[in-house]
């Protein structure tokens, strides 16, 4: 007999994660592997600027019109069994997303970020229910498959063109095959029985609350850079002269340095009294990596794509964890998590399309940078509110 046994609920807990976690992997994936090859969906199917912008941007609305649905699902069918139905639909939406024509591009692509928006506002509240004392970990790890997912999709997805004879159609379909998987390895949760109650509204009372809102235009904000780098990056690279992909590599490898403040962050935020100094940290860095992107010489994009990767690692983990350090207890974060995921990315959407038809306007990148300044000094002004040492109530 081994020496290493597992108890059922130990094996449960652990089969449990290891879900999570493919899960999470599938977050970026349908966003992420769109960029790397834009330009070539755009010569195929004669897309402008502006249009791609829009392409680029509505996932992102998609996430957070969707995210009042992931309650209700809940509510009615759990979870659990909400997250397996979701990872079906999002497998089949990216299999006919590329296969479906300029329209079929467009409505699949917003159906893919509906599917994405749902299990974002549901993981939270699993991580808090499943590991309620080890919530900044829990989050720390998940944030790190989800960078991972998205980092593959990224630096992969030109290369699997250039595979597959140079076809952007089914390097997109690819994408499917991690949402199987992880459909696959998730149905053993569909069977264990969990109760979850969550508090009615109340008249929608956080809608109401200063910190909530703080909470959530900093989520929004923050996601609203960090969609725009997913969306637009290998574009900007590629018309600076960096090749397609290096440029798609470049995106990859910032989201792969996202790994290490994904974790550093919470755990370090959580073990403070005020979160604001990080926050204000991380945003910094943030910035910094955007402008030497946008601006400084190409020989030097490398140190660049770290510092960027650092920085929005650090400001997505520590998002996410404002969500629960903000509540007093489990139905609040679940409230908090649906507002500041709901409004937020509503709020995000505005980044890449402002940024498209920016470029379309200007011709060049310029006076997006200007944009994206705006933006992060505004994270940085609420995250001063959103970092201090209170709690969201209810009824405040």
């Known amino acids: 007999m081994s020496s290493v046994s597992f108890t059922k609920k130990g094996y449960q807990g652990a089969l449990a994660l290891v879900g999570l976690l493919l899960v999470a992997l599938n977050l970026r994936p349908a966003l992420t592997s769109v960029s790397p090859v834009l330009k070539n969906i755009a010569a195929g199917l004669s897309l402008s600027p502006a249009a791609q912008g829009v392409l680029t941007t509505l996932p992102v609305i998609c996430l957070g019109l969707a995210a009042p649905l992931a309650p209700r699902m809940s509510r009615r069918i759990g979870p659990e069994r909400t997250i397996f139905a ?10 006919a997303r590329p296969l479906s024509g300029t329209l079929g591009l467009f409505v699949f692509t917003a159906l893919a970020g509906a599917c994405i928006g749902i299990m974002n506002v549901l993981l939270p509240g699993i991580v808090k229910r499943d590991f309620p004392t080890r919530v900044s970990l829990m989050t720390g790890l998940y944030t790190v498959a989800l960078n991972l997912g998205a980092s593959l999709a990224a630096g992969a997805t030109e290369p699997l063109r250039q595979a597959f004879g140079d076809q952007w ?9 991690p949402a199987v998987v992880a459909a696959l390895v998730w ?43 997913f969306g637009w990056l ?12 290096t440029a798609g590599l470049a995106l990859s490898v910032s989201i792969l340095c996202q790994v290490i403040t994904a974790i ?12 604001r100094a990080v926050l204000i940290g991380v945003m910094l860095l943030t910035l910094c990596g955007l402008a030497g992107c946008l601006y400084a010489p190409t020989q030097s994009l490398w140190l660049w794509i770290v510092i960027l990767g650092l920085g929005q690692g650090g400001t997505f983990s520590m998002a996410l964890t404002l969500l629960a350090l903000r509540a007093p207890d489990a139905d609040t974060a679940a409230e908090l998590s649906g507002m500041a995921q709901g409004v937020g990315y509503v709020l995000a959407a505005f980044g890449p399309l402002l940024v498209g038809l920016l470029h ?29 040492d209170r709690l969201v109530r209810q009824h405040d």
Not at 194 to 201: D, E, G, L, N, Q
Not at 206 to 217: D, F, K, P
Not at 264 to 275: E, F, I, S, T, W
């Open 86 to 95: 979701i990872l079906l639909l999002l497998a089949v939406t990216l299999l």
């Open 169 to 177: 159609q089914p390097s997109l379909a690819f994408w499917l095959v």
């Open 187 to 229: 149905i053993p949760q569909i069977r264990v029985q969990h109760t979850v109650r969550m508090r009615p509204r109340g008249g929608h009372s956080l809608y109401r609350n200063g910190l909530a809102w703080q909470v959530t235009l900093f989520m929004g904000l923050q996601s609203s850079l960090a969609y725009t780098v």
């Open 234 to 245: 290998p574009t900007i690279l590629q018309d600076r002269g960096v090749v397609p992909v």
């Open 264 to 275: 550093v962050a919470p755990l370090l935020g959580g073990r403070m009294k005020d979160q």
């Open 360 to 388: 379309d306007w200007s011709g060049g990148w310029n006076v997006v940078g200007i944009l994206l300044g705006l933006i992060g000094v505004g994270a940085i002004i609420v995250a001063l509110g959103a970092g201090r």
